[in-house]
């Protein structure tokens, strides 16, 4: 199942911050986010694993609640560089070749 | 940067026929995979393949799509007889390795269109 994405769209002026949730059904084992921008490939953004262990890009900051079965990802001091749809993918415990199981994405548009 | 790639960068096709979709994978990834994106939905898992066989596929992979990696740098996703349905952006990926931190990193897509 498919893990739940919120909000699904949001707008936010420069500057301003962001938090978007992804939630599932099912024990989270590792949880991975991108950023597709129209027409381009999903560009990967940061991992988070049961256990604690994460790896992403500097600026980008993400939660792992394993008991909530939830991933925030927080974007602070957005930059209209941030625009376009996000998208989280939920792991399986089988990590030497897991597929991914991503969520409805959520639209973000930063305005000046 | 290493970059995995995609051609061609768009496909159209008319219902019926056989295509091949192509991908370059990022020359050390050992893990490859297919995802595929209706316009406007989410992105879905099609395929994933290593050491030279199908490890994983979805509902959505039925015998009219397969998986080959010809040499060692392709990786091809064809598809026998296209359907409408079929239209969608095919992106491919690729992982380095079983490490828990590597993630998959995509190609630009291929956007095919059967007509």
């Known amino acids: 199942q498919q893990p739940v994405q919120s909000p699904q769209a949001v707008i936010l002026r420069e500057g301003e911050d962001a938090v978007i949730n992804c939630s599932s059904s099912k024990a989270l084992y590792s949880v991975h986010w991108y950023r597709q921008k129209h027409g381009e490939a999903p560009v990967f953004l940061m991992i988070l694993l049961k256990g604690g262990e994460q790896k992403g890009h500097e600026k980008i900051s993400a939660s792992f609640n394993e008991k909530k079965q939830q991933s925030s990802l927080y974007l602070t001091a957005s930059q209209l560089s941030y625009s376009g749809t996000y998208f989280c993918?939920?792991?399986?415990?089988?990590?030497?070749?897991?597929?991914?199981?991503f969520g409805t994405g959520t639209r973000l548009t930063i305005i000046p | 940067e290493p970059e995995v790639t995609q051609t061609p960068s768009h496909q159209v096709t008319q219902m019926g026929q056989e295509v091949i979709l192509r991908c370059v994978p990022i020359?050390?990834?050992?893990?490859f995979y297919w995802y595929r994106q209706i316009l406007g939905q989410k992105v879905e898992f099609l395929v994933s393949?290593?050491?030279?066989?199908?490890?994983?596929k979805s509902e959505i992979f039925d015998d009219q799509f397969s998986v080959e990696r010809p040499d060692g740098s392709n990786f091809t996703l064809k598809i026998r007889s296209t359907k409408l349905e079929d239209s969608a952006m095919y992106f491919c990926?690729?992982?380095?390795?079983?490490?828990?931190?590597?993630?998959?990193?995509f190609g630009p897509g291929t956007r095919l269109t059967v007509l």
């Open positions: 020359s050390n990834h050992l893990y």
């Open positions: 393949f290593y050491n030279n066989e199908i490890s994983e």
């Open positions: 993918g939920t792991g399986s415990p089988n990590f030497g070749n897991e597929k991914l199981t």
């Open positions: 990926a690729s992982r380095k390795q079983a490490n828990r931190l590597d993630t998959q990193y």
